[in-house]
């Protein structure tokens, strides 16, 4: 009981102090905003609404949570917030899963203003809403995580955004949000399905498009996976080079 308490303390702290201050909340509005707006209204060209849906609530997630969590721990480490918290009597691991579950529903409600736009210019109806909830968790939890991953690798706030650019920009290419991960080049086949985000945008595709080119349980399975590779990899991090 106690360590849920600490849990709800930990997160509630990083809404108040990070996700709920008024630049993040523009941030995360108006980012899933501009993109909805840059490629929706492309579709009065004859662009179809639903078929960028699901690339416009992916990058939503993506640069949402990525952004937000890899400048929040850089700063925390800075200023040495976050080894106060490694005092504590808590679990590492449960540690992390605080400190990270405040970008995850970040990135969940970034995911849904997309969604909001598209629901006034075309009909929604026949949309599986259970598995695109699933997706979008599994994305927001595989982005969170690369941004933990990119946190701990880097020592300043720049570089946080830097290196996360390094992942994100190449993965609007390589995952088959707006180009179909078949119509790739042979050679840049391999790398699309290397990214956990080319598994999430397919999930959106089948749901609302019944168009994704793998099985929905195949790409659970993966999303999971990485998940818990994500997780296990970003733990170790910070144990070598947070903690020792």
Not at 76 to 86: A, D, G, M, N, V
Not at 130 to 158: D, P, Q, R, W
Request: positive net charge; aromatic residues 14%; proline residues 5%.
């Amino acid at each position: 009981m106690k360590s849920w308490i600490a849990f709800w303390n930990i997160l509630m702290k990083d809404m108040r102090n990070y996700y709920l201050k008024p630049p993040n909340i523009s941030w995360g509005l108006v980012f899933p905003v501009a993109w909805t707006l840059m490629f929706f209204l492309k579709s009065g060209t004859g662009v179809d609404v639903r078929e960028l849906l699901p690339g416009v609530m992916s990058l939503s997630i993506l640069f949402g949570t990525t952004s937000v969590l890899a400048v929040t721990m850089t700063f925390e480490r800075r200023s040495r917030s976050f080894e106060r918290l490694l005092l504590a009597p808590l679990d590492l691991n449960f540690l992390m899963l605080a400190k990270t579950s405040g970008a995850i529903l970040f990135g969940i409600v970034n995911a849904f203003v997309p969604v909001l736009f598209a629901s006034f210019l075309t009909n929604l109806s026949g949309i599986s809403w259970v598995s695109v909830l699933g997706a979008v968790f599994l994305i927001a939890v595989t982005s969170t995580l690369l941004g933990l991953f990119i946190a701990v690798s880097v020592k300043e706030i720049f570089e946080a955004q830097t290196f996360s650019n390094f992942f994100r920009f190449p993965m609007i290419f390589l995952c088959g949000l707006f180009i179909p991960v078949q119509a790739l080049p042979s050679f840049l086949k391999p790398l699309s399905y290397v990214l956990p985000l080319t598994y999430g945008a397919d999930i959106l595709k089948s749901s609302i498009n019944q168009n994704g080119h793998l099985g929905l349980l195949v790409n659970f399975l993966i999303l999971l996976g990485f998940s818990m590779g994500l997780f296990a990899l970003s733990i170790r991090n910070v144990k070598l080079k947070w903690i020792s």
